[in-house]
């Protein structure tokens, strides 16, 4: 068992050297599905850190009348954080909101003027509450609008941003799903592509095969060289994927950066290059070898 | 050893390729299949190497029925025998030596044996010299010859060599006849098919005659005759 297994590596390793212009080839093609495959792992960053970005920007304040106890105000950002679709609540009282107002317009002599003349604070505390997933203020709202709850609220800006929530809501639901969608396509094709790259490199070779059965080498000794040359191709792939990725991944960087902030494509590439490897290794040696065994078996008849 | 027992092989739209056979090869001998092209001498090899399976009647080598064994028994049934064609079908990609120990290697045998066995079967069939040619290298008798140093390899019980003499010139043609009768003297069983009427006088041994699919002659010392 030993000896077959050996010889199925070695006559592998040995038809990969020798059909050298086949081998090229075949490298040439699924390098390229590879290279479309580590763009939508890319892709799938830069959509996910957009998604982010855009998920960032929305939130609800809740504005208390100026009569609500802090205590009071504590409770209900107790019970709000305690709902399954909130991620964060801040409290920012009357006297911070002041101070904010007072810094933000400290170069507008006029309101800085305004202020200094009223007896009491007139801003309200408020709380800022940031949902899990966008799609879910509106039930955050509801339980805004709860009797025992809206007594003691002024306004939120939920009513005033409704359109603009469910639509940002809407976008980022429908770039995740399009995005799994095309990926999904796009992985199909390329498998396809290697599949009959695959087939015709191993149709070449059926004359091969026919002089192997007659010798009597069984169907393992004949399928496992192409399954090994099929593992190679992939392997040599993957790390080809990764080369001619590096260079375009860091000259678009910077510009990707432009339009999300705090995305760093390129550092992502790197800090996460050896995971990247083991997954075009995995997507180009699992395409390869599978590819090979499935165009081999019709040749094994007879 | 080897029985055809009223052995039939039709093909759809290709009406019948033989008819009918019956006949019975002993161990060690040399048999002749003659006959003109189309006469189903082919049919007859790949029936017997399980490449073919008839539509009808029965085809025994030894102890095996071949006509029922399955396609993943073939592999080790052929290692029963040798297999010589007219284009000699050797693997582009592999060298002489490398040709030649494939037999070997495809029936597991240790690599020890192997570098012991190939150098003195290519010494053999004279082509010591060449074992690191590919077969892009070598003439068409040189490949007749590695493909024979690969069918005795193994030891087998039967050669069978279809129409090996078809693409070589009267010198190698020769050569090839007497390395068969070589190896048939060693005691292996040789079925020579070939419509080369001065290969089959020369060798004055049992001739099997075939023509449109039926065996229409038998005979112990035979000679090309058709008619």
């Known amino acids: 068992m030993f000896t077959i297994i050996s010889r199925i590596f070695h006559f592998g390793a040995k038809n990969f050297w020798r059909n050298g212009w086949l081998s090229t080839a075949t490298i040439a093609i699924m390098t390229l599905s590879l290279v479309v495959s580590l763009n939508l792992i890319l892709f799938s960053v830069v959509t996910r850190a957009a998604t982010n970005s855009i998920e960032n920007e929305i939130d609800i304040s809740v504005y208390f009348n100026t009569n609500t106890s802090e205590d009071e105000i504590l409770n209900i950002q107790q019970s709000l954080e305690g709902l399954s679709q909130v991620q964060s609540v801040d409290y920012i009282s009357r006297d911070q909101a002041l101070a904010t107002f007072q810094q933000n317009h400290a170069d507008n002599p006029v309101i800085s003027q305004v202020i200094n003349t009223l007896d009491s604070n007139p801003l309200d505390a408020s709380l800022n509450i940031k949902a899990k997933d966008p799609s879910q203020y509106g039930a955050i709202n509801d339980y805004l609008s709860s009797p025992s709850i809206a007594s003691y609220i002024d306004s939120t800006s939920y009513n005033s941003n409704q359109e603009a929530i469910t639509r940002l809501a809407t976008i980022v639901g429908d770039m995740e799903t399009g995005g799994w969608i095309v990926t999904i396509f796009l992985i199909l094709v390329a498998g396809l592509v290697v599949y009959n790259t695959i087939r015709l490199a191993i149709y070449s070779n059926r004359d091969e095969i026919g002089i192997m059965r007659v010798v009597g080498a069984s169907n393992a000794l004949v399928r496992g060289p192409y399954v090994v040359e099929g593992f190679f191709w992939g392997g040599i792939s993957a790390i080809l994927s990764l080369i001619l990725v590096a260079p375009v991944c860091y000259f678009v960087s910077s510009h990707l950066n432009d339009f999300i902030p705090g995305l760093n494509i390129f550092r992502y590439f790197y800090t996460h290059i050896l995971q990247l490897f083991l997954y075009q290794l995995l997507f180009g040696v699992v395409i390869g070898s599978l590819s090979s065994f499935w165009a081999v078996r019709r040749y094994l008849k007879n | ?227």
């Open chain 2, 1 to 227: 050893m080897i029985v055809f027992q009223g052995v039939s092989k039709h093909y759809s739209g290709h009406g019948v390729a033989l008819e009918d056979t019956s006949f019975q090869i002993d161990p060690g001998e040399f048999v002749s299949l003659a006959g003109r092209s189309g006469a189903g001498k082919s049919t007859v090899i790949k029936l017997l190497i399980g490449e073919e399976r008839p539509s009808k009647g029965r085809v025994f080598f030894g102890q095996y029925e071949v006509n029922k064994l399955r396609d993943n028994e073939l592999p080790a049934f052929r290692r029963h025998i040798g297999v010589v064609f007219q284009d000699f079908r050797l693997l582009p990609t592999k060298n002489a030596y490398e040709n030649v120990a494939f037999a070997l290697e495809v029936a597991g045998r240790p690599q020890r044996e192997i570098d012991e066995l190939v150098p003195q079967v290519l010494d053999m069939v004279g082509l010591g010299d060449k074992t690191k040619n590919f077969p892009n290298e070598l003439s068409g008798g040189e490949r007749q010859r590695v493909a024979i140093a690969r069918a005795m390899i193994h030891r087998p019980e039967v050669i069978i060599a279809d129409e090996p003499t078809g693409n070589l010139d009267p010198f190698h043609t020769f050569e090839i006849v007497k390395l068969l009768e070589k190896i048939n003297q060693l005691g292996t069983t040789v079925v020579l098919a070939t419509h080369d009427k001065e290969v089959i006088n020369s060798l004055e041994r049992r001739v099997i005659t075939l023509d449109k699919g039926r065996v229409i002659r038998d005979e112990k010392k035979g000679k090309y005759i058709l008619v």
